[in-house]
């Protein structure tokens, strides 16, 4: 059974900063390309961070030099740090992890956490 249990949200003010993790079991975590994505209310689930198996990572614009997304493979976690936090990054932010195997039929196996609430506020 795959499980991806994200943990560390709350509530923080502006300009201030907080660290969220994903712990994964039932995968072979190093395998699979991890992603933060986040969902304010009423609002579609953005992507906010990409991390691959080689440990590259990419941002949007939203949040490139605020954010760093970085993973443990031997403890099967993936944090996202956030900083400089603001009222507009408000969400739940959920952990993907994702594998494509390339064949005939290419293959994917995506699995989703079930979230956890960061609120930035005064």
């Known amino acids: 059974q795959v499980q991806l249990v994200e943990s560390g949200g709350g509530l923080v003010q502006p300009g201030g900063s907080l660290r969220i993790s994903c712990v994964a079991s039932g995968i072979t975590f190093s395998a699979y390309t991890i992603n933060w994505y986040r969902q304010a209310p009423g609002k579609q689930r953005d992507l906010v961070a990409t991390i691959s198996t080689g440990g590259s990572a990419n941002y949007p614009d939203s949040v490139k030099g605020r954010f760093t997304i970085s993973r443990d493979n031997a403890k099967n976690t993936a944090y996202l740090q956030m900083n400089s936090l603001t009222p507009e990054d408000t969400a739940l932010y959920y952990c993907?992890?994702?594998?494509?195997?390339?064949?005939?039929?290419?293959?994917?196996?995506?699995?989703w956490g079930q979230g956890t609430q960061v609120t930035v506020s005064s």
């Open positions: 993907n992890a994702r594998l494509i195997t390339i064949g005939y039929p290419t293959k994917i196996n995506t699995y």
